[in-house]
């Protein structure tokens, strides 16, 4: 399938019905979900049923240059995770979702950060993008690094969902994070 963008070290492609595998194996690792379900995996149904259709529909709302990508390293081609910058369903075009999930085995390397500036960089001045914003739980240190180290800001404290009540550290709440466009051209000169 066609290249999406290239990082330093990883590629992105678009998310295929063909990834549901890798889909399944990536939300059955207990410590890639701890702050998304408290470490229960993704039912395989439910990856194949909800999950593949939704990304596929995506694709179809917004072209295949806004959604779901599957991350494979440079060197060796495996499979790193995915990444996303997407709208919300019925949101403005113009307002993105920035999130990854990634395997276990390649945390720590920089990748998040990585690929992350490259979405922005994407988003900002070839997409049309004006407002790019990332939520995570207010526990999960590791990903608001990742936020701030992007020149994200702190924009409000959300609450936890109620299906994620029983997720370690959710009576903390959430985050959300952003960073527009002007935010990010002073960054860059």
Known sequence: MTTYLESERLTLRPLAAADADLLI????DPAVMRYLTGGAPTPPEEVRDLVIPSILAGYERWGHDLGLFAAHEKDGAAFAGWFCLRPLRGGPREEAE???RLRQAVWGRGYATEVSQALLAKGFTELGIRMVWAE???VNRPSRN???KLGMTLAECIPTP???KTV???EHGGVRYEIRKEQWDRRQA
């Open 136 to 138: 995570t739980m207010t």
């Open 168 to 170: 370690e550290g959710s």
């Open 162 to 164: 109620d299906d994620m």
């Open 25 to 28: 194996e990536l939300d059955s």
């Open 98 to 100: 920035l999130g990854y």
């Open 146 to 148: 990742v936020m701030e």
